[in-house]
């Protein structure tokens, strides 16, 4: 399992931030009591999905590494977040893999969710299901755009109004056609065809 270093790596790795900032905000969330006390050597404590969750959160929810025990605390317990459809042919993907932070539907207004679980749960699934590969398989149902390099090519070559166009305007438009994650062709270039998902 992962010690709060790896830990310290791993998120200095994703948000940027000097590795030695990220360990500060972690040696005072552990002083708070809210990341699990480090031994020494081979018997270093090893983090949890709560641990994790903990440390992104003071990272993200305040400036000064002193204050993370309060962050934590603060924002961590944040509850009855909202979930609105905007594509409602992807609730059969999203919606069941939100059931165990207790996911229900807002009565009469269609479309409408709210979870019960906190912040801190949410966080602990997401890190929980990255890991396991669950957000991985709900990404996977959900279907993307993507512009065919030669389609790109001949756009570019003659300065096509559609390479400002947005993704889903060139799906409404049926110029690019959705299609499942597995049948993309992924490019080389980062600056060449765009490739998103689309949500609409």
Request: aromatic residues 8%; hydrophobic residues 40%.
């Amino acid at each position: 399992m992962a010690t709060l270093s790896d830990l310290v790596t791993a998120l200095a790795g994703v948000t940027g931030m000097p590795e030695a900032t990220v360990f500060a905000y972690g040696r005072f969330a552990r002083q708070a009591g809210l990341i699990s006390q480090k031994r020494r050597g081979r018997s270093a404590a090893s983090m949890s999905a709560t641990d994790a969750a903990n440390l992104l959160i003071a990272v993200g929810a305040t400036d000064v590494a002193r204050e993370a025990g309060t962050a934590i605390k603060s924002f961590r317990t944040l509850e009855r977040g909202r979930l609105y459809e905007f594509a409602p042919d992807l609730s059969h993907a999203i919606v069941p893999w939100l059931e165990p932070l207790g996911i229900t539907a807002l009565g009469p207004e269609k479309g409408a969710y709210e979870l019960r679980g906190n912040l801190g749960r949410f966080f602990e699934h997401l890190i929980i299901g990255t890991v396991t590969g669950s957000v991985s398989s709900v990404f996977r149902r959900i279907p993307v755009a993507e512009i065919p390099k030669e389609l790109w090519s001949k756009w570019k070559r003659s300065k096509s109004i559609h390479l400002e166009e947005s993704i889903e305007l060139l799906v409404e438009k049926e110029l690019v056609k959705l299609k499942a994650p597995s049948e993309l062709e992924y490019g080389e270039d980062i600056r060449g065809p765009r490739t998103i998902p689309c949500f609409g």
